[in-house]
């Protein structure tokens, strides 16, 4: 059975960078759409930043020029810089995936989003 962990996370003041990881246990496809998602308390589960296996990227607007995501085929890990982190970037950080991507790149958050495969988070906390 396919299993995630991240890492990674961690508190910084505000304009810091920190690099999340999302290592994959068992098999890995060669065909796959890969995403980070964040979540605060009360608020809900977010898209942050999505990657699939054509190396198509997409990213929430708040994260803009921000954050960059990456994917690793020597070890099957998904990264995701965050450079000038803000406050308002505080959230526990989920990572997903398929094994498949869709036609429609516009489909990747919602694909992701029904994934039954989730770690279970890291925690990122900036501080003003």
């Known amino acids: 059975q396919r299993r995630l962990v991240e890492s990674g996370g961690g508190s910084v003041q505000a304009g810091g960078s920190l690099k999340l990881s999302c290592a994959v246990s068992?098999?890995?496809?060669?065909?796959?759409?890969v995403g980070w998602f964040r979540q605060a308390p009360g608020k809900e589960r977010e898209g942050v930043a999505v990657?699939?296996?054509?190396?198509?990227?997409l990213y929430a607007d708040s994260v803009k020029g921000r954050f960059t995501i990456s994917h690793d085929n020597s070890n099957d890990a998904t990264y995701l810089q965050m450079d000038s982190l803000k406050p308002e970037d505080t959230a526990l950080y989920l990572c997903?995936?398929?094994?498949?991507?869709?036609?429609?790149?516009?489909?990747?958050?919602?694909?992701?989003?029904?994934?039954?495969?989730w770690g279970q988070g890291t925690q990122v906390t900036v501080s003003s």
């Open positions: 068992g098999y890995f496809p060669t065909t796959y759409s």
């Open positions: 997903a995936m398929q094994p498949f991507k869709p036609t429609n790149s516009a489909d990747l958050w919602r694909i992701l989003l029904q994934s039954k495969t």
């Open positions: 990657i699939d296996s054509d190396r198509l990227t």
